[in-house]
């Protein structure tokens, strides 16, 4: 059987951040994310990253944008050294604790 892969939108990271103005459905994403025991991977594409970026840089309140973008980064971060459940797309899967 192959492996299912599925895309995080713009509206889904935005969500998991907890960007004002952009997070209606948070306790409906959040749940599915811990509930849903996801047997596939999860992509997280570029243009997700730069329009959640571009959410977080509008937002008004100054201490608040630092706090998203401080855990926009720390995702990233995360995402990079192969330690969040997504990928960085373009081949790239999520390592398995065995590899």
Do not use: Y
Not at 12 to 30: E, F, T, W, Y
Not at 34 to 51: A, F, G, M, S, Y
Not at 63 to 76: E, I, P
């Amino acid at each position: 059987m192959a492996l299912r892969v599925e895309f995080v939108d713009t509206s889904v990271l935005c969500n998991i951040l907890d960007v004002p103005g952009k997070n209606q459905d948070r306790a409906s994403v959040m749940r599915q994310l811990r509930e849903e025991k996801r047997e596939c991977d999860l992509i997280l594409p570029v243009t997700t990253v730069i329009e959640t970026g571009n959410h977080i840089a509008q937002l008004s309140d100054g201490r608040v944008r630092r706090d998203r973008a401080d855990k926009l980064h720390r995702l990233l971060s995360l995402v990079i050294a192969g330690e969040a459940p997504c990928s960085r797309g373009r081949g790239q899967a999520r390592r398995s604790p065995t590899t």
